[in-house]
């Protein structure tokens, strides 16, 4: 008697533990639900989708050059950004193959010069293209459940740069609270905004003597500490669909799948807390083009389309 009543400790238990996972599960919001936010993105149709690049570029994170004017798409859907600077080739394309059905036109991106203009650094470096997000709609709190999705082409393996390492970047701009010290003798604190950027790249082995065929895999960005996690191996090029979304527990989702279809349930790949941020604001989702900057090695054309954000339509 007494080990049948064990048991059924046992059982209702393991139905608590599962009624609860459900419930963590069913807090995860897929990106793509919602309303989506007509004021941002982009699905690069317009055949007139220019970017004017305002050259030199800036790069204060190298030089602590802004070079402003910016750059600016025309629609006034993306912008260059000061610290870093935008792709040196921005341009709308043909949706390559097998894209979204009906989808005439995607935005290419590709760099040589990442770090300082026309200055080869012999480093890898970086680019990012920045949605305008927060002048069209301002912050959204994550009470609103915001996400952002994108379908991005990875072309055949021996059209990349033939470098390994982070090649691409999908990432999102949020904002929190943090407690920081001030400085002084007697231990004074104060609370600011800062603001972090989650997301995820997609790295690329090259050949080698050990291994002789190329490699891509996602990392995701980032764990507690702020290093980076592995993420599914890449199968396949062409087509995926790459999504994150903000909760109102301040965590970050993240969901990857190949081809072009929406994302549901099943593309869900993990749930992080960056940094140990705990998410207060969605502010934007940007790219990142990487390269090795030394004047010569053009980085992987990258093609993305109909880059969208949703919020909670209730």
């Given at each position: 008697?007494?080990?049948?009543?064990?048991?059924?400790?046992?059982?209702?238990?393991?139905?608590?533990?599962?009624?609860?996972?459900?419930?963590?599960?069913?807090?995860?919001?897929?990106?793509?639900?919602?309303?989506?936010?007509?004021?941002?993105?982009?699905?690069?149709?317009?055949?007139k989708?220019?970017?004017?690049?305002?050259?030199?570029?800036?790069?204060?994170?190298?030089?602590?050059?802004?070079r402003?004017?910016?750059?600016?798409?025309?629609?006034?859907?993306?912008?260059?950004?000061?610290?870093?600077?935008?792709?040196?080739?921005?341009?709308?394309?043909e949706?390559?193959?097998?894209?979204?059905?009906?989808?005439?036109g995607?935005?290419?991106?590709?760099?040589?010069?990442?770090?300082?203009?026309?200055?080869?650094?012999?480093?890898?470096?970086?680019?990012?293209?920045?949605?305008?997000?927060?002048?069209?709609?301002?912050?959204t709190?994550?009470?609103?459940?915001?996400?952002?999705?994108?379908?991005?082409?990875?072309?055949?393996?021996?059209?990349?740069?033939?470098?390994?390492?982070?090649s691409?970047?999908?990432?999102a701009?949020?904002?929190?609270t943090?407690?920081k010290?001030?400085?002084?003798?007697?231990?004074?604190?104060?609370?600011?905004?800062?603001?972090?950027w989650?997301?995820?790249?997609i790295?690329?082995?090259r050949?080698?003597?050990?291994?002789?065929?190329?490699?891509?895999?996602?990392?995701?960005r980032?764990?507690?500490?702020?290093?980076?996690?592995?993420?599914?191996?890449?199968?396949?090029?062409?087509?995926?669909?790459?999504?994150?979304?903000?909760?109102?527990?301040?965590?970050?989702?993240?969901?990857?799948?190949?081809?072009?279809?929406?994302?549901?349930?099943?593309?869900?790949?993990?749930?992080?807390?960056?940094?140990s941020y705990?998410?207060?604001?969605?502010?934007t989702?940007?790219y990142?083009?990487?390269?090795?900057?030394?004047?010569?090695?053009?980085s992987?054309?990258?093609?993305?389309?109909?880059?969208?954000?949703?919020?909670?339509?209730r």
């Amino acid at each position: 008697m007494r080990a049948s009543w064990f048991h059924v400790q046992a059982v209702l238990i393991l139905v608590l533990i599962a009624g609860g996972l459900r419930h963590t599960a069913a807090q995860v919001v897929v990106p793509g639900t919602g309303k989506k936010v007509a004021e941002v993105g982009d699905d690069f149709e317009d055949p007139k989708w220019n970017y004017i690049a305002n050259l030199p570029k800036s790069s204060q994170e190298n030089d602590h050059q802004s070079r402003l004017p910016g750059g600016v798409a025309a629609n006034g859907r993306w912008y260059e950004p000061e610290l870093r600077g935008a792709p040196d080739v921005v341009k709308r394309v043909e949706t390559p193959s097998d894209g979204l059905p009906g989808s005439k036109g995607a935005m290419s991106m590709r760099t040589l010069f990442s770090g300082i203009p026309n200055v080869p650094s012999h480093s890898v470096q970086q680019d990012d293209f920045v949605a305008n997000v927060v002048s069209k709609i301002g912050y959204t709190p994550v009470s609103r459940s915001p996400s952002v999705v994108t379908r991005v082409y990875l072309p055949p393996f021996d059209q990349w740069e033939q470098r390994t390492g982070n090649s691409f970047g999908f990432r999102a701009a949020l904002t929190t609270t943090v407690t920081k010290s001030t400085g002084r003798f007697f231990g004074g604190m104060t609370r600011k905004q800062e603001t972090y950027w989650p997301g995820m790249f997609i790295y690329y082995k090259r050949p080698d003597e050990k291994n002789k065929e190329p490699s891509a895999r996602f990392l995701i960005r980032a764990d507690e500490m702020g290093h980076d996690i592995w993420g599914p191996e890449i199968k396949q090029t062409g087509w995926w669909t790459l999504g994150m979304s903000f909760g109102p527990d301040g965590k970050v989702n993240y969901f990857i799948k190949p081809g072009v279809e929406n994302l549901t349930a099943k593309d869900f790949v993990r749930t992080q807390t960056p940094y140990s941020y705990t998410a207060e604001r969605f502010e934007t989702f940007f790219y990142d083009v990487l390269n090795m900057d030394d004047g010569k090695s053009w980085s992987t054309e990258w093609v993305v389309d109909d880059p969208a954000v949703y919020v909670d339509g209730r």
